[in-house]
């Protein structure tokens, strides 16, 4: 077993940045200037399963989107945090509100604002094309871009590693 299985054993709550993770970081403006985001199905699903397991999901992110919020309601996400400018002194809230251990949080992010979270929380992930400081500051680095699965990724390996997964396929199919 390695040390990110042993991390992902206790891990209760998983808390995902936007942009960069749930979308390839890409901001599209339509004529209106109504802003425009593309997520990843596949993530989807597996931020479902997490859920289905026990495992509460929620967003930190810097900015604030319509889209973003559509989103969140469609896969029943309800701990919403926009516009936050300091995720590190957030997590204090969200540990205070949730009664977990900042050791039982999962955070995953790509870029500079989200080391001082990353650096509090139990498990860090970083995606593919993150910001290099913040692959090296990371438990684990994904294979999948961000917008390209890697939510995807940490989903199943969180719930294989605490034996999740054969029982989530089973009720799939």
């Given at each position: ?24 970081g890409g901001i599209i403006y339509n004529e209106s200037g109504k802003e425009i985001k593309m997520f990843n199905v596949r993530d989807g699903l597996g931020i479902r ?125």
């Amino acid at each position: 077993m390695t040390i990110n299985d042993k991390k992902c054993k206790n891990i209760k709550m998983v808390l995902l940045d936007v942009d960069g993770v749930l979308t390839d970081g890409g901001i599209i403006y339509n004529e209106s200037g109504k802003e425009i985001k593309m997520f990843n199905v596949r993530d989807g699903l597996g931020i479902r399963l997490l859920m289905k397991a026990g495992i509460q999901v929620g967003i930190v992110t810097g900015r604030s989107s319509e889209a973003l919020r559509y989103r969140c309601q469609n896969l029943g996400i309800t701990l919403i945090y926009e516009g936050v400018r300091d995720k590190g002194v957030l997590l204090n809230e969200i540990v205070e509100i949730t009664g977990f251990h900042s050791d039982e949080i999962a955070f995953m992010g790509d870029d500079l604002p989200d080391l001082p979270i990353m650096r509090k929380v139990g498990f860090s992930i970083a995606v593919a094309d993150a910001h290099e400081s913040v692959m090296e500051e990371a438990d684990m680095v994904t294979h999948a871009n961000g917008g390209a699965g890697a939510v995807r990724e940490v989903c199943e390996k969180i719930l294989k590693s605490q034996g999740h997964w054969k029982k989530l396929m089973e009720q799939l199919f």
